[in-house]
């Protein structure tokens, strides 16, 4: 096998594993539950 066959079987199975990887993340992620919404009273903020 050549250099350039090597080189693109090992890039992509790094670029199937960042796939897979991510994949897991995101459902990581939303195996946590509903998103609640940032908070918009800033009031706490500004104490004067």
């Given at each position: 096998m050549d250099k350039g066959k090597?080189?693109?079987i090992?890039?992509?199975a790094i670029s199937v594993l960042?796939?897979?990887g991510y994949?897991?993340?995101v459902t990581i992620l939303d195996?946590?539950?509903?998103?609640?919404?940032a908070p918009t009273?800033?009031?706490?903020?500004?104490?004067g």
């Open positions: 090597i080189l693109a090992i890039t992509g960042l796939a897979l994949l897991l993340l195996l946590r539950g509903e998103m609640l919404p009273d800033l009031g706490w903020i500004w104490r």
